[in-house]
């Protein structure tokens, strides 16, 4: 099972930008496709982004669509988010998971039980 760390979170004022890193263990990772969540307390985890395998194919949750871009280098095992127009609503803990399927045909954003392996999660505040 992949092991997964994300980085990059921190405390932006509101129309800031950060961009979230997931760096990811052992020589399967470009095999599958990688999804970002995020969690805001209280409420339920949410699919923010995802990206197939190859990282040709993307998909996004409305609520970022035009403000977020999920994007991967396999050779160097990471997968990105890069959040830009952030908003105080952005703020949650972000979570990148790996793909319970081999090189899914990626057809829109995937439910979070159809994910294996998750990181630990890094906190995003927006905030003035």
């Known amino acids: 099972q992949v092991q997964l760390v994300e980085s990059g979170g921190g405390l932006v004022q509101p129309g800031g930008s950060l961009r979230l890193s997931c760096a990811a263990s052992g020589n399967t990772f470009s095999l599958y496709a990688m999804g970002w969540f995020r969690q805001a307390e209280g409420k339920e985890r949410e699919s923010v982004a995802a990206?197939?395998?190859?990282?040709?194919?993307?998909y996004y949750a409305d609520s970022v669509k035009g403000r977020f871009t999920i994007s991967r280098d396999n050779h160097k095992n990471t997968v990105y988010l890069q959040m830009s127009s952030l908003k105080p609503e952005d703020t949650a803990v972000y979570y990148c998971?790996?793909?319970?399927?081999?090189?899914?045909?990626?057809?829109?954003?995937?439910?979070?039980?159809?994910?294996?392996?998750w990181g630990q999660g890094t906190q995003v505040t927006v905030s003035s």
């Open positions: 998971a790996s793909d319970k399927v081999l090189q899914r045909a990626l057809t829109g954003l995937i439910h979070p039980s159809d994910f294996s392996s």
């Open positions: 990206i197939n395998w190859r990282g040709a194919t993307s």
